[in-house]
């Protein structure tokens, strides 16, 4: 079993809907957690690092549930430009490595 | 503010040549990691150094790569010798631990190795 899993997609939606992803780790020793966005051919960027409270930037929410240990990401009012494959990231230590999922892969039809 | 930059940004080679990969850093980061994302699969670890010393190697396929980051700032990624299984594009990232933002990582443009 992969330490870090999502569901490729790919996910096609017209603009304006809202969509989610999520992403489950299998190490309960995780600590911190990434979404990355990454565009063809292009290095990944940092979307939004989630936090146990949950966290909102514009559009943009992301979860944590440590219980179940899934992160979640959702995106309301699509729009073309969201058009990318996200990664899920997670960190066992303060400093360390980031451990990448697949990535799940978006389209934003008009 | 400059984000992490790598040389070259492609290269091609043949089997049994060597190749070395260039990463400098945003400025002041310590920390500074590379990874590869081979056709396919996800993106993996390979090393982390903390200024010029390596962290974490645990993620070197074998002894035919060789980092280094003499001085603590840029780092080099020595290939030698390359193998077909050794294509793919390597990222390198640097980070600043932050007390609240954790240690979030940005990722330089990759250098896309393609070995024939």
């Known amino acids: 079993r992969k330490e870090v899993e999502q569901d490729p997609g790919p996910f096609n939606v017209p603009e304006g809907a809202t969509v989610a992803f999520n992403c489950t780790y299998s190490?309960?020793?995780?600590?911190?957690f990434f979404w990355y966005r990454q565009d063809c051919r292009k290095e990944p960027k940092l979307l939004m690092s989630v936090y146990s409270s949950g966290n909102e930037d514009g559009r943009f929410t992301a979860q944590l549930n440590r219980a179940s240990q899934y992160i979640s990401l959702l995106i309301r009012d699509s729009k073309l430009s969201d058009s990318a494959t996200y990664l899920c990231a997670v960190n066992r230590g303060s400093q360390g490595n980031l451990i990448f999922g697949k990535g799940t892969k978006l389209s934003v039809k008009p | 503010e400059a984000g992490v930059t790598q040389f070259p940004s492609h290269s091609v080679i043949e089997k049994g040549q060597t190749v070395t990969l260039r990463c400098d850093p945003i400025?002041?980061?310590?920390?500074l990691y590379w990874y590869r994302r081979v056709m396919g699969k996800e993106i993996k670890f390979l090393l982390h150094?903390?200024?010029?010393?390596?962290?974490?190697e645990s993620g070197m396929p074998n002894n035919r790569f060789l980092a280094e980051r003499t001085g603590g700032t840029y780092s080099t990624l020595k290939v030698q010798p390359a193998e077909l299984e050794d294509s793919g594009v390597y990222f390198c990232?640097?980070?600043?631990?932050?007390?609240?933002?954790?240690?979030?990582?940005?990722f330089g443009p990759g250098t896309r190795l393609t070995v024939l």
């Open positions: 150094f903390v200024k010029e010393s390596k962290q974490d």
């Open positions: 400025s002041g980061h310590d920390n």
């Open positions: 190490n309960s020793a995780s600590q911190s």
């Open positions: 990232a640097s980070s600043q631990p932050d007390r609240d933002a954790g240690n979030e990582q940005f």
